[in-house]
T-cell receptor
């Protein structure tokens, strides 16, 4: 059973516009959420994270929003650049049950059109 | 610069063969992981190890085993490869105080079982 879901397998956005990637989770024990970026033929790399005590975390062009009541998080990229084209995975963990257990979503392939 | 190295990038094996996927990290990390990535399923944890000679099953351990004889090396073993094990395999490592943003992935090993 998929505890972390990314319902959009792909997203295309014009360069300079906003990209919004969405992620839903089912386990209320999750208290730490992350986004990873993956280029073809490379391993995922950490992008940004958010703890459940916050509802927003910002790092440059990347902002993650967390809505705990809706069990939903989103990643905003503003402005989008062609180099942002990659697959984005959201992930969640419950520190209480051991942070070794990261649950990943299915990924969203973002294409930024020049 | 941190490095997780997977020895084989692309392999083609026959059904029934024994397959070894090797992973080495140079960061003195306690934790090491093996994931597989499949379209529509995201990253799924096969096994992880938090210390030498220690291992824990992940979400999909069936058909796999692991070996960690040295801290820097974590091997994934397919005892008798089957076609449904055709996938991309990702090794990762993290320090003991893992918080998700300190997990480092290798570049992946593409395994095709024919």
């Amino acid at each position: 059973d998929q505890q972390v879901k990314q319902n959009s397998p792909s997203l295309s956005v014009q360069e300079g516009r906003i990209s919004i990637l969405n992620c839903d989770y089912t386990n209320s024990m999750f208290d730490y959420f992350l986004w990873y970026k993956k280029y073809p033929a490379e391993g995922p790399t950490f992008l940004i994270s958010i703890s459940s005590i916050k509802d927003k975390n910002e790092d440059g062009r990347f902002t993650v929003f967390l809505n705990k009541s809706a069990k939903h998080l989103s990643l905003h990229i503003v402005p989008s650049q062609p180099g942002d084209s990659a697959v984005y995975f959201c992930a969640a963990s419950a520190r209480e049950t051991g942070a070794n257990n990261l649950f990943f979503g299915t990924g969203t392939r973002l294409t930024v059109i020049p | 610069d941190v490095k997780v190295t997977q020895s084989s990038r692309y392999l083609v094996k026959r059904t029934g063969e024994k397959v070894f996927l090797e992973c080495v990290q140079d960061m003195d990390h306690e934790n090491m992981f093996w994931y597989r990535q499949d379209p529509g399923l995201g990253l799924r944890l096969i096994y992880f190890s938090y210390d030498v000679k220690m291992k824990e099953k992940g979400d999909i351990p069936e058909g796999y085993s692991v070996s960690r004889e040295k801290k820097e090396r974590f091997s994934l073993i397919l005892e008798s490869a089957s076609t449904n094990q055709t996938s991309m395999y990702l090794c990762a490592s993290s320090p003991q105080g893992f918080s998700g943003n300190t997990i480092y992935f290798g570049e992946g090993s593409w395994l095709t079982v024919v």
